[in-house]
């Protein structure tokens, strides 16, 4: 899929790949390429700025990790994060169904 | 475990984040630790440790791309804080020109075309935007508390400064 399709919803796909549970920016894209069953396969990291971003609007938390002399920053979603997913997770079921109501006809 | 692919290319995005000014230890720190995963994951795959690195590297995307991608938040960032210093300075010329002890027009006229000048120096994208946030607010007063429309000058003048600072910073990027 186009990057530049995905570019106003990733922040969406960001918080609902965080949703279950806190993951580190690699694990965050493999868990996208995954659900999405391949289809989002955007630049790795153009997700970096993309979950600093977050992070500095309060979405998201980070903490770094040391495992197997690996660093890793780990994000997870804070209160506010779950709020923004719920939120926008309606508002896209409101679009998409407007889409298909449109196009999909 | 040679790295030496992974290790040139984030030396060589470290130059290009030093170059737009976004460069921070701790991004390549994770840029790295995210390539040595995605390496390894492709080693579990069966590719051989130079095709796992190369693989890695071509789904983090080329350095032109990733740069660009950190360099564009950091851009956006800068420009709500410069946009948030306009709009202070522009009230307080204004607040400042609106008194009666204050009759230096040209102090103040001075001062916007140097600030918007600055302004669009420093962020060249949205020379408008800098002109409207510092050089409105002057005829906006006026206008509302002697219904004259003398000082629109002054937004002339804010446009003058943020364009021309927008030409030096294209000239000096062209040389």
Redesign the interface.
Known sequence: MNAEALKGHLELLLLAALQHQAA???AV??TLRARSGGVF?L????I???L??ME?AGLLSSAWSDASG????IYQLTPRGQQALAQRQREWRQFASAIDAVAGA | MDHDQLEAYLAELARALRASGADEP??L??????L???TE?AERRGLTQSAAQQEALA????VE??AA??S??RR??MTRWLLGIAIVCGLLLSYVDSRPTWDDTGITAGVVLLLCGLLGLLAPRRPWMWALAVGSWIPLLEIVSTHTYTSLLALLIAFVGAYAGMGVRRLAQRA
């Not at chain 1, 630049?43 to 153009?46: C, R, S």
């Not at chain 1, 690996?70 to 920053?73: L, S, V, Y």
């Not at chain 2, 789904?59 to 080329?62: A, L, V």
């Open positions: 580190h920016g690699y894209v493999e396969d630049p790795e990291g153009t970096y700025p993309a600093h971003r500095r690996r660093r890793r920053r | 701790a991004v720190t994770e840029l790295r630790g995210h040595l995963d995605a994951q789904r983090m995307g080329s791309v990733v991608a950190f564009a938040d956006r960032m």
